[in-house]
């Protein structure tokens, strides 16, 4: 499964989604249904061509904060790309829409944060919201691309036990980890629970983002610094 729960929420049928409550508006807060948040993105991926071919949505118990996982039929074998949205209807975070991948063998989420739009609930958002989503997913075949070729990048790259011990410290450094995290990412690098391949900057990234499973979700941005650290991995030495 995609969409990783483990802070308060469970997960809920489309039906159920539709069925949460929204709280009233107020001058500086305009609640936005997450159901619509959802309809909003299905309409504009089906629009410019991308297919939906399963969704995970997930909801707090009080229905205010809602997290979705919607996957994207793929032409590459390995992984698939993913949709993640996000709504909070308590002023907990502003809607967010990321994309990034799903790698099949363990279900991480990696989301590129140059692929993320946030909205705070305002008064506006409901209206620009359909415009803002097309934009976002219009160019999103040529992002889909560019992304498979920096995972072949990351395949293709042999790296060195000290290579990976230096870039781990540098995600620690970063932010990327935390202390307890960085034993259970060198143990995957060096005895992997998924066949990652042999010792390339693509078994690097997957161990990250397999001991960061469920983070992501929650915290787009940290895909974004982990993979300016796997690509200079990848930079040629000089």
């Known amino acids: 499964m995609s969409l990783v729960l483990h802070a308060g929420a469970h997960e809920v049928s489309y039906d159920e989604l539709r069925n949460a409550p929204i709280p009233a508006a107020t001058d500086s807060h305009v609640p936005l249904a ?65 994309f990034g991948a799903k790698v099949f063998v363990c279900d991480n989420l990696s989301f590129h944060a140059a692929h993320v739009v946030k909205r705070k609930h305002t008064a506006n958002a409901r209206r620009d919201l359909p415009g803002l989503v097309s934009e976002l997913v219009e160019p999103l075949r040529l992002q889909r691309q560019s992304q498979h070729e920096c995972f072949q990048r990351y395949r293709l790259r042999a790296i060195t036990e000290q290579e990976a011990d230096h870039a781990v410290l540098t995600m620690y450094r970063k932010g990327v980890l935390n202390l307890q995290r960085v034993p259970e990412v060198l143990t995957q690098f060096e005895h992997p629970s998924h066949d990652w391949g042999d010792k390339t900057a693509w078994r690097l990234f997957n161990a990250a983002t397999f001991a960061l499973s469920g983070k992501v979700a929650e915290r787009p941005t940290l895909t974004k610094a982990l993979h300016q650290i796997i690509d200079g991995v990848c930079e040629p030495v000089h």
């Open 34 to 98: 997450h159901f619509r948040l959802v309809e909003t993105v299905k309409y504009a991926l089906g629009f410019f061509g991308h297919e939906v071919v399963e969704e995970q949505h997930g909801i707090t118990e009080d229905g205010m904060r809602y997290f979705g996982a919607l996957s994207l039929r793929s032409d590459y074998g390995d992984y698939t790309d993913v949709c993640g949205l996000r709504n909070s209807n308590d002023k907990t975070f502003p809607i967010g829409i990321a």
